[in-house]
């Protein structure tokens, strides 16, 4: 080999060196680039696994009395689960038919809110909705469209398109109905791979070991611990505990006046099949006692094998509600309420119409926090769901929360905030007198009358409070004016919200914006009659605003926010005040001396060992009946109380249906007061 030819050797020899470097290092940058770099990705390419999260409802928070005793609490109960995830292969209709006749045989029901009956040996349907329902026409109509039908369509076509949809034409008719309805309940649940169906709730330890026993051929249907609201006190408070309740297709879907579709629940954390507080305190305080929902992790492979479950986040359970209610001094309240009322129609019922129904609020004077407030006739929670139709068809509507929402004509017990407008304007003074002769003759063609009990002649304002003097407030509210005697009201706690955490009813005064309004009016309403309605939640304001001396309170229910692990305050209510009506002299010295004097009058409280004061009222009714000859209305029996007088501690508003005399209502005052000092002696 001559030296060229040995030269060109040596260049390709080099050149076949370098191709191979460079081909070697490209290899060696890739393996790094692999190993180092991408290797989790790449790792879980190989792998190709999925993760899906499925949420853990925490444990709602409890519903404590002002002692710590549960009112509302949680409770574990076991759901039967459908994963789609962990379902595979299995036929989903073949497997609905093995778990619906599992559960008939052990007496359970399953989630089915397809309003349609079961077929008729024609096959043919018809719906279940009521027609007088607005709830269930709602969801009728909501049913029709979410299935794409017109409002028009029968039953028959809602099941027709069910049939169609999910292909259940080789059925028999009913397990067409009953897998219809578990479709259409899956179709409202969302189920999918990443969104479970809860099929049953609440199912019993027997159902529980089956489907265990059973869960080999029973892939993807799981028992799931969750926990439901249960009523360790059903009786207290139910009217303002409220109620909790799955989240309605309303809620969950809302669609504006201009089409625009939200979710606002989902947007706070919410899922379709979550509980929430739907009245009372449950939904108001939602926030706080729903707690944090957990996440369970279940990662699946290529093949479809699951390969690991991991409790990703641990669930919180929601705060414990505090309230200022003592459950015992309710109950005690709640069973005087319902004995004098009793002894009331026993005694004074007269043509058909006897004391039937009432209510009663019990406040602290000092901060305005309600230590009771019941309901008579009322209603067990834990009986709610089962007897709803009972509780509805009651004609004394046990469901109706009259120490809320009740409004009624307030009577003489509206006379002293006349007083005290009066007294605090200079319109009179304690020694200001009305000569009472049983008939108001300012006006030419009205001449409203006073019964004169126990009173005639001149008479000043603690003796027109005491005898409950109709000549002597007609006078003075005519002089004062309803602007004036109004404003007074309504800053003593009449006619306006009174700060309660849940739904209150407003109530009204009378004004002379009112569309009847004439001066006869004026002085009808200056007595506690016109168009003057309030509730007795407000009456128990009053009253403690006047034990005050003019400062108003918020009234309330709940008293604190409690960590449900630890016990520790998280929140606390402070007293606030709403209005203060300045006492430039001896205005409300004078109005109690009159309401101390109300007592006296009362037999059950003039012998009482604590001073009371109270004001009785007996306001008409616009039913009527006749004595002999004599047309007469019926009347309730109106009553707010204090005491004691020297330094008030509770106030009390009472109403009772059909009662009569205001005065009726004083062996109630009395056995309220007994309530209470027993339950002072025994914390």
Known sequence: MNQDEHKIVVRRMAGLIAAASVLIAVYVLRLIFLQLVNSDSFKAQATNTT??????????????????????????SYNVVLSKLLMGDEDLDTMLQRIVELLEAHGEKWNDSLLIGEPDAAGHYSFTAQADSTSDQKALAAMKDSLGLQQYATADDVMEKLVEDYKLESYPFHWQRVLGGIHYEMQQQAFSNVNNFVMAENVSDVTVATIKENSLSLPGVEIVETSTRSYEQSTVLPHVLGRVGKITAEKWKVTDENGQTTYPLRDKGYNMNDVIGISGLESAYEDELRGKDGVETITRNSDGVIVSTAMTTVPEPGHTVQLTVNSDFQKAVEQALGKNIDMISRAYGTDGARANAGAVVVLDVKDGSVLASANYPSFDQNLYATQY????????????????????TPGSTYKPSVAVAALDTGVINRYSTVYCNGVYNYFQDYHPKCTRHGHSGNIDVITAIKWSCNIFFYDVGRRVTSDVYDAY????????????????????????????????????????????VITPVQLATYAGTIANRGTRYRTHFVKSILDTNTGKVLQETQPEIMDVIEDRGDTFDLVQQGMVGVAQTIPALASYPYTIACKTGSPQRSESYYAGSTRKHYTNTMMVAYGPAEDAEIALGIVIEYGGGGARAGNLVADIFDAYYAMKDGS
Do not use: C, H
Not at 393 to 408: E, I, S
């Open 489 to 532: 009201a309504y800053k003593l706690g009449l006619g306006q919200r009174t700060g309660v955490e849940v739904s209150e009813a407003l109530g009204r005064l009378t004004t002379k914006n009112d569309s009847n309004y004439t001066a006869s009016l004026e002085v009808q309403a200056a007595i506690g009659q016109g168009n003057t």
């Open 389 to 408: 139709s009972e509780y509805s068809a009651d004609p004394g509507m046990p469901l109706f929360n009259r120490a809320l929402q009740g409004l009624y």
């Open 51 to 76: 993760d899906y999260n499925f949420t853990v409802t925490a444990a709602r928070g409890d519903i404590v009395d002002s002692a710590g005793r549960r009112i509302a609490a949680s409770t574990t």
